[in-house]
């Protein structure tokens, strides 16, 4: 068949870091061939998670206390749909298997956003026109991924905690209002979740890729590129290739633990500045 021609030629090519564009024209048949994948990853799989949007809200959030920055977060996810999101795929014996770099619906004209993001994701090569018009519909990519194995996997990120609510709202259609319960949930979602950027708390995600000998493919800030890169800076900092990642690296910690500044070597820090939103932020005149 097709798609096991298409696995066959991606398993030869892993190492050459294809990334699987898809579309809302190429959905069914690229997720028939993620979920081949997920299946094949088997017990102990790994995936890395990234996602691009068009801003966020309340910039300084992170330095509030834990439950004020889930809120703002959660505020800003619910209200700046998700652009792309990529799920880069490895077996527990730290071997890539594919990455898919999902492109969602997204019109500028109609959702909101902010100029600086837009700018910086135009300028990384995301193309808004083909969003619009070419674009997964969220809820069928949400619902997807729920009857995938994605949820019997262990979930790696960088700097990930939007990427992690991104995820979990096109899961679930709806975020908790807590973090306590928010935790729960995530708990429930995944089989584990390791935040790279507590082990590696200094420098951007293609800093530490290169300092780490890790080849990035693609260009970087977009979410299958750095979803990418994520696995393997992963795989490199914790094994070997013939070594078991140890299960203990994804124990559920508190995501309180998981805050981190923004500005600080991050690639989310490109989508920080609000000069330029789209809409009257209210709370900010009380």
Not at 96 to 124: E, I, K, P, Q
Not at 234 to 257: A, G
Request: proline letters at 3%; charged letters at 20%.
């Amino acid at each position: 068949s097709q798609v096991s021609e298409d696995f066959e030629e991606m398993q030869r090519n892993h190492r050459n870091g294809v990334i699987r564009e898809v579309w809302a024209g190429n959905f069914q048949h690229e997720f028939i061939l993620f979920s081949h994948t997920l299946r094949l990853a088997g017990a102990g799989a790994v995936v890395a998670i990234d996602t691009e949007f068009p801003g966020v809200l309340q910039e300084n959030a992170w330095k509030e206390s834990d439950e004020r920055h889930y809120k703002a977060m959660k505020e800003s996810v619910e209200l700046l749909p998700v652009i792309q999101i990529a799920v880069a795929i490895g077996s527990s014996y730290g071997k890539c298997l594919g990455a898919w770099n999902f492109n969602l619906n997204y019109d500028l004209s109609r959702d909101f956003h902010t100029d600086a993001a837009v700018n910086f994701l135009l300028a990384c090569g995301v193309d808004f026109q083909r969003h619009a018009t070419e674009g997964i519909e969220p809820r069928s990519l949400g619902t997807m991924l729920q009857g995938s194995a994605l949820s019997s996997c262990r979930w790696v990120t960088f700097a990930g905690m939007t990427d992690l609510l991104y995820l979990v709202q096109l899961m679930k259609q709806e975020l908790p209002e807590t973090l306590c319960d928010f935790e729960m949930l995530l708990e429930e979602t995944c089989a584990g979740h390791h935040e790279l950027r507590d082990q590696l708390p200094f420098g951007s995600l293609s800093s530490l890729a290169r300092s780490h000998g890790v080849i990035r493919y693609g260009q970087a800030h977009t979410a299958g590129s750095d979803a990418l890169v994520t696995l393997d800076l992963f795989f490199r900092i914790s094994k070997s290739d013939d070594t078991h990642v140890e299960s203990s690296k994804f124990d559920m910690e508190p995501l309180e633990s998981k805050k981190h500044d923004p500005s600080n070597g991050s690639a989310a820090a490109v989508h920080l500045n609000p000069d330029g939103m789209a809409w009257t932020d209210r709370s900010a005149e009380s």
